[in-house]
């Protein structure tokens, strides 16, 4: 067997786990994004239950600050 035939098998299988790493990356993320934002959907529930409606608007008035700021202090 000559050294290009054992390079191009070579190069062959190292591009196969790239790419099988890759998109294992993004279903490990996109699964998180889904798991996160059902966690984020059921405390609204949570905190909307327990709380007075007063309550609620601070609350959500703090929550949507945060939101707001986070990215704001991120990009300066």
């Not at 098998?9 to 889904?34: P, R």
Request: overall charge neutral.
């Amino acid at each position: 067997m000559s050294q290009a035939t054992l390079s191009s098998q070579g190069a062959t299988t190292a591009n196969h786990h790239v790419a099988d790493s890759f998109s294992k990356s993004v279903f490990l993320i996109s699964a998180l994004m889904v798991v996160q934002r059902g966690i984020g959907f059921l405390r609204s529930f949570y905190v909307c239950g327990t709380l007075s409606p007063a309550d609620v608007g601070q609350w959500d008035l703090a929550f949507n600050f945060l939101m707001l700021a986070a990215p704001l202090a991120v990009f300066g």
